[in-house]
């Protein structure tokens, strides 16, 4: 019998969660839907949540009422049309992230999240580790250091994109700051929350990631053991801040995942994690300075292939509308809550008609039923769990 390849036997995988989801569906829900008072469908008729729910999704929804999971930050919630006067009839409900909950202070600022008890208490509001790897946007993804990557000795080869470097390393290059779009709409707002996927190919070279926001710069080294294993540096002059000194090296075919989200930066290896290190607050900028968050690949001590690179970026709430940041923190009224669409350039949320009446929740997600290839149990926060 022949052995499935990783490919393989993953996309095998997913065709067989699937089909016992179809399955499950066909048999529970139309009882359950004749009932009425447990599950309700709804179909996504926008782009205000992608990447977590998209349009023509076909959702399964557990209503409120009769849902004991505990309503958190971050759920996504399938709201009653009336929180906005400009939703069309035909559309029943709106899908829409919880970010702000009843007595809270919120504030928008850079795109990120701050709430507290007052003005003077506001704090960033990290997301869960798991939750951020669903939610990541990619911004460009290509074969290797494609433009707009630049860079010394980068040469093309069937395994990808290679970079030759002696004991001096060397480094490519993002050619443009990250911002609010995705491929050629670059988008308005610079983002600061950025993120690097790389999978890696032949070679005995070490692998070099570097992220920048504004003042601060966070360098992984991801050398095997007999070179100094693999590092994370926080400000170079300030040297490591992690470290694991075993690291076996990379192994073609690893996928790299690097991120520096909501003051937390993460290093997984296919899905185990290798680094976390969270920091309280950015460094302050430079008067005048302008923002950089230009992302970097390099080798050092050898030669390496990277099969697939990508940039990333985190979810970036866009200063608009009248309860954006021009008002600066504001209240949400007890019984109330604040909602915005993850796709935050094409979204109507709070930022336009403010928090609305936890009344308005209809319920949260619990499975997405259409397309087959979307198919699967949902988290209340509406990503897979």
Not at 123 to 142: F, I, N, T, Y
Not at 202 to 222: C, K, M, N, P, V
Not at 320 to 326: E, F, L, S
Request: glycine share 12%.
């Amino acid at each position: 019998m022949r052995e499935l390849g990783p490919d393989e036997a993953e996309s095998t995988k997913v065709w067989s969660r699937q089909r016992w989801l179809t399955i499950l569906l066909v048999v529970l829900l139309p009882p359950l839907l004749l009932r009425g008072c447990v599950l309700s469908t709804y179909v996504i008729r926008s782009t205000s949540m992608e990447p977590a729910i998209q349009t023509g999704d076909h959702l399964l929804v557990l209503k409120e009422g009769v849902d004991l999971r505990e309503l958190k930050r971050w759920d996504v919630g399938l709201f009653d049309r009336s929180i906005d006067l400009e939703v069309p009839e035909e559309i029943e409900a709106v899908a829409k992230r919880i970010v702000g909950l009843p007595g809270e202070m919120i504030e928008l600022r850079d795109g990120d999240v701050f709430v507290g008890p007052n003005k003077a208490r506001l704090s960033l509001v990290q997301k869960e580790d798991a939750l951020v790897r669903r939610l990541l946007v990619p911004v460009d993804r290509g074969p290797g250091l494609t433009q707009p990557w630049s860079g010394p000795s980068l040469e093309v080869d069937a395994d990808g994109t290679r970079i030759s470097a002696g004991a001096q390393e060397l480094w490519a290059l993002y050619g443009v700051g990250v911002r609010d779009g995705v491929g050629e709409d670059l988008g308005r707002w610079p983002v600061r929350d950025t993120a690097l996927e790389v999978v890696v190919g032949e070679g005995d070279g070490t692998l070099l990631l570097q992220l920048r926001e504004g003042a601060d710069t966070f360098q992984a080294r991801l050398a095997p053991a007999d070179r100094g294993g693999a590092l994370l540096g926080h400000n170079l002059g300030q040297g490591k801040v992690c470290a694991e000194p075993q690291f076996p090296g990379l192994r073609p075919g690893q996928r790299v995942l690097f991120w520096n989200v909501d003051n937390g930066v993460r290093l997984w290896i296919d899905d185990e994690i290798l680094f976390s290190y969270d920091y309280p607050e950015n460094a302050s900028l430079s008067p005048g300075g302008a923002l950089n968050n230009v992302p970097g690949v390099g080798v050092v001590d050898g030669t390496l292939s990277l099969r697939e690179v990508a940039v990333l970026r985190d979810l970036h709430y866009a200063p608009q509308g009248d309860h954006g940041t021009a008002l600066g923190p504001a209240r949400i009224p007890e019984g109330q809550l604040f909602l915005l669409g993850d796709n935050s350039r094409k979204s109507r949320d709070s930022r336009y008609f403010g928090p609305k009446s936890i009344t308005l929740l209809r319920g949260r997600p619990f499975a997405t039923y259409r397309p087959l290839s979307r198919a699967g149990w949902r988290s209340a926060a509406g990503v897979a769990p």
